[in-house]
Nanobody, 124 residues
Framework: QLQASGGGLVQPGGSLRISCAAS????????MAWFRQGPGKEREFVAA?????????DYSASVKGRFTISRDNGKNSMYLQMNNLKPEDTAVYYC??????????????????WGQGTLVTVSS
């Protein structure tokens, strides 16, 4: 019901946009987010947004100012535009969703639907 795509190999300083298409009974959930999991690391919060009209967004400190989360209601899709990528951004990126509280947005265990992940590798 969540399908992530768009990962790949990019050089440091480069840009990449990854996508997450939502379908089925989680159509337009109120809360969606991107998480990532690097080699040997725990899954960590990257960014979140609400699907409603309040347009709330949030970012982790490590990506704020470089990444932008957005959505396209007509396509039931969410995106993560990543600029000025660094080697430490290398990870599998997962999209997640649920109907729930904005206050819980950074906790991966809170989410009930997950995409399969898309690999982003930042290397020269």
């Amino acid at each position: 019901q969540l399908q992530a795509s768009g990962g790949g190999l990019v050089q440091p300083g480069g840009s990449l946009r990854i996508s997450c298409a939502a379908s089925g009974r989680i159509f337009r959930p109120p809360l969606m987010a991107w998480f990532r999991q690097g080699p040997g690391k725990e899954r960590e919060f990257v960014a979140a947004l609400t699907w409603g009209n309040d347009n709330s967004t949030d970012y982790s400190a490590s990506v704020k100012g470089r990444f932008t989360i957005s959505r396209d209601n007509g396509k039931n899709s969410m995106y993560l535009q990543m600029n000025n990528l660094k080697p430490e951004d290398t990870a599998v990126y997962y999209c997640a969703a649920r109907q729930g509280s904005w206050s819980m947005r950074t906790f991966p265990r809170y989410y009930t639907a997950w995409g399969q992940g898309t690999l982003v590798t930042v290397s020269s």
